[in-house]
């Protein structure tokens, strides 16, 4: 069962007024500083994107735990043990909701406690002393490929498909070929010791995928400037129910940034709702949640956080 440290959301009925809610623990409210020195999982080999949106958040400093499974990632994330935590990609601008990891969310004990918007910036790296005309083939994962495929269009290039772009940069280095590219990262270039011999090869410039920070809940910190939430509800079906929990969220004034609806097993059709909720301060959510519980079945909150489309880069 998730432990949920924002518990007092669903249980509003016990402590009506926030502020003895807040008095009481059930929010840490002081500034979040970035912390320094973590471990966190990622999916993927060092040098891929996820290691570059692990470094946007925390700093340079902190380690990867490469995993090759978004489950592997989970688990490690949860294991005191094994990490600090972990990141792991939700959706991208281009390709949408990456849903199984909605759900491996769901089941986890682990709470959002930030998020990154990562541009992604493909480029073709080659070893050093390599020219465009020494290639053959260009080596990669196959979306990176699809999102760069106006520029391999201009030369008769074998596309080759592999797990990861940073295991595709990391075999390019080892293999010391002269005629094989790799498309992947500026940070894998900079770790196996390659040249990038074209930049900014993908053919969509605005293409971000947003990274979720992930912490084990019972060290989970509100920071006291958090405007934005991920929760879980689901109601009774019946109709208009969802209508009536969205004009709740409106009429309290907060964004709902996205709506994703999902399958709960072993029901005939029924449905579970996640959804983001931006807003301009704690109280405002609070409210509006307290009122959402008696609209709703079920209602969990996966993190409250700070927008990181405010740091998007």
């Given at each position: 069962?998730?432990?949920?440290?924002?518990?007092?959301?669903?249980?509003?009925?016990?402590?009506?007024?926030?502020?003895?809610?807040?008095?009481?623990?059930?929010?840490?409210m002081?500034k979040?500083?970035q912390?320094?020195?973590?471990?966190v999982?990622i999916?993927?080999?060092?040098?891929?994107?996820h290691?570059?949106a692990?470094?946007q958040?925390?700093?340079?400093e902190?380690?990867?735990?490469?995993?090759?499974?978004?489950?592997?990632?989970i688990?490690?994330?949860?294991s005191?043990?094994e990490?600090?935590?972990?990141?792991?990609?939700?959706?991208n601008s281009?390709?949408?909701?990456?849903l199984?990891?909605?759900?491996?969310?769901?089941?986890?004990s682990?709470?959002?406690?930030?998020?990154?918007y990562?541009?992604?910036?493909?480029n073709?790296?080659?070893?050093p002393?390599?020219?465009?005309?020494?290639?053959?083939?260009?080596?990669?994962h196959?979306?990176?490929?699809?999102?760069?495929?106006d520029?391999?269009?201009?030369y008769?290039?074998?596309?080759v498909?592999t797990?990861?772009?940073?295991?595709?940069?990391?075999?390019?280095q080892?293999?010391r070929?002269?005629?094989?590219?790799?498309?992947?990262s500026?940070l894998?270039?900079?770790m196996f010791?390659?040249?990038?011999?074209?930049p900014?090869?993908?053919?969509?410039k605005?293409n971000?995928?947003?990274f979720?920070?992930?912490?084990?809940?019972?060290?989970?910190v509100?920071?006291?400037?958090?405007?934005?939430?991920s929760?879980?509800?689901?109601?009774?079906?019946?109709?208009?129910?969802?209508?009536?929990?969205?004009?709740?969220?409106?009429?309290?004034g907060?964004?709902?940034s996205?709506?994703q609806?999902f399958?709960?097993?072993?029901?005939?059709?029924?449905y579970s709702?996640?959804?983001d909720?931006?807003?301009d301060?704690?109280?405002q959510?609070?409210q509006?949640?307290?009122?959402l519980?008696?609209?709703?079945a079920?209602?969990?909150v996966?993190?409250?956080?700070?927008?990181g489309?405010?740091?998007?880069?």
């Amino acid at each position: 069962m998730r432990r949920d440290p924002y518990s007092c959301l669903r249980n509003g009925k016990e402590r009506n007024n926030i502020e003895s809610r807040r008095e009481a623990g059930f929010f840490i409210m002081k500034k979040k500083e970035q912390p320094t020195g973590k471990r966190v999982s990622i999916q993927g080999f060092e040098g891929s994107f996820h290691q570059v949106a692990a470094r946007q958040y925390f700093g340079k400093e902190v380690e990867v735990i490469p995993c090759s499974t978004f489950r592997e990632v989970i688990r490690i994330a949860g294991s005191r043990k094994e990490s600090d935590g972990g990141v792991m990609a939700i959706e991208n601008s281009i390709a949408g909701s990456i849903l199984p990891n909605y759900n491996l969310l769901q089941k986890s004990s682990l709470q959002v406690t930030g998020e990154v918007y990562l541009q992604i910036r493909q480029n073709l790296l080659v070893n050093p002393g390599v020219e465009l005309e020494d290639i053959r083939e260009v080596h990669s994962h196959p979306m990176a490929l699809q999102q760069c495929l106006d520029f391999l269009d201009k030369y008769n290039w074998k596309l080759v498909e592999t797990e990861d772009t940073a295991l595709s940069a990391r075999q390019l280095q080892q293999k010391r070929s002269k005629h094989v590219a790799a498309i992947a990262s500026k940070l894998a270039a900079e770790m196996f010791g390659l040249e990038v011999l074209a930049p900014n090869i993908h053919t969509m410039k605005n293409n971000y995928t947003r990274f979720l920070i992930l912490e084990r809940a019972d060290e989970a910190v509100v920071a006291a400037d958090a405007n934005k939430a991920s929760v879980n509800f689901h109601t009774d079906h019946s109709r208009g129910s969802l209508a009536r929990v969205l004009s709740k969220i409106a009429d309290g004034g907060i964004n709902l940034s996205k709506l994703q609806s999902f399958p709960i097993p072993g029901s005939d059709f029924k449905y579970s709702f996640h959804a983001d909720m931006e807003f301009d301060h704690l109280e405002q959510f609070e409210q509006v949640v307290e009122k959402l519980r008696s609209l709703t079945a079920s209602f969990n909150v996966y993190g409250v956080y700070k927008n990181g489309m405010e740091k998007k880069s």
